[in-house]
């Protein structure tokens, strides 16, 4: 019986090892997917939060020139590309944070109307009854 218990306790753990090791591709596949999901929703969370920051810094910037940007200042200003400044004066034009306007030279100019000095802000007055 010994020699019987020992041929069957011993074992060199190759098979033991494969079905452990061996994860079945369906759960593979499912763990891809998994975190392929979880990296695009923190792509595009990222992208917002990025969006976000964008229009604070052109504002900031806005602010600092009066209220009057081009393109390429905020490009200058700022870490972003003529391409990513364009693209985020134009949104913030399209959602009548700026106007638009085009200088004698022909040069586009961007103002925000809604930045104005505290001493401007301290002579506003309620609006009149129509």
């Known amino acids: 019986m010994?020699?019987?218990?020992?041929?069957?306790?011993?074992r060199t753990g190759r098979s033991q090892g494969?079905?452990?090791?061996?994860t079945p591709?369906?759960?593979?596949?499912?763990n891809?997917?998994?975190s392929l999901i979880q990296a695009l929703i923190q792509k595009l969370l990222g992208r917002q939060i990025n969006?976000?920051?964008k229009e604070k810094v052109v504002l900031k910037i806005a602010n600092e020139k009066n209220g009057h940007l081009t393109i390429a200042e905020v490009a200058m200003d700022t870490s972003l590309?003529?391409?990513?400044s364009k693209t985020v004066l134009e949104k913030m034009s399209a959602d009548g944070v700026a106007e638009?306007?085009?200088?004698?030279?022909?040069?586009l100019v961007?103002?925000?109307?809604?930045?104005?000095?505290?001493?401007e802000k301290a002579t506003a007055k309620e609006p009149l009854l129509r």
């Open 2 to 10: 010994r020699g019987r218990q020992g041929g069957r306790g011993r």
């Open 110 to 119: 961007y103002v925000f109307t809604g930045l104005i000095s505290e001493e």
């Open 18 to 22: 494969k079905n452990m090791s061996c």
């Open 81 to 84: 590309s003529l391409e990513e």
């Open 32 to 34: 891809l997917l998994f």
């Open 51 to 53: 969006e976000q920051e």
């Open 25 to 30: 591709p369906p759960i593979q596949l499912f």
């Open 100 to 107: 638009l306007q085009i200088t004698d030279g022909g040069s």
